[in-house]
């Protein structure tokens, strides 16, 4: 069997007295869409901070397609092809809309030999972005602070799907959004995995995962509680591993695993 594109292998994390996370894994495939769900607290957010490189486990590994990866840093999880899309969306207030997109990437031209910011096309790049993704901000070079909330995710959307060569990580996406604003995260989310692109998204509304996702996991306290194809599971189903902390499915059905 190949290794699949992603996978996390027991992975633990603790903050002081704070167990975030008790050897958890996970794996996931080019071009599927993975949802994270569970209450406060289940470890959702460490878990994929630590796959974007903003946090370090304390113990187990990553690997992409089978080949150990470190991230010691958001920069390298980019450069392997991970974005995030931060629950707060990790922007810069002060400065405009394009340079947040471009931060850490931007484009320069040469002129008499020296290098210079090529403002001109990365402003094009990033309104075509926002074109693309049907999202809307009123300029791309008014400066973050002066947006709406809504028009805030909508540049964090835009600089992690613009760039995500393998995986979009979106931490509770659609949940500043209006019902179009909502309609266009979707599109996006099925436009990248067409693409062949992975997305998790750690959400609370399940709908937005049973319509475009292919998988749940369920999380809590730090614990992996268990993992349903999205044809093969039920709000109540979802809601009750969330509440209890049990697959009372699995433990009903023990099935040897296969691997
Ligand atoms: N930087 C941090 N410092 C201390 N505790 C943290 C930090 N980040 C998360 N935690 C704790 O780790 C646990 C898991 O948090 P988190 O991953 O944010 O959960 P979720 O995203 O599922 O709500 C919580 O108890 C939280 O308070
Ligand atoms: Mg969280």
Redesign the pocket.
Known sequence: MSAPMLEMRGISKT??A?T?LSNVSLRLEAGSVLGLI??????????MKILAGALRPDSGEILLDGAPVNFAHPIAARDAGIEMIYQDFALVPELTVTQNIFLGREITRSIAGLRVLDRSTMNARSEEMFAALGLRVPAVTLPVQALSGGQQQAVAIARATGFAARLVIM?EPTANLGAPAIARVRETITRLKNAGVAVII?SHRLEDIFAVGDRFMV?KQ?HLVGDRNVDDTDNADLVEMIVTGVDARAARDPVADPT
């Open positions: 903050f002081g704070v975030a569970g209450d406060n607290a289940a470890g959702k957010s460490t878990l931490d750690i999380m730090g």
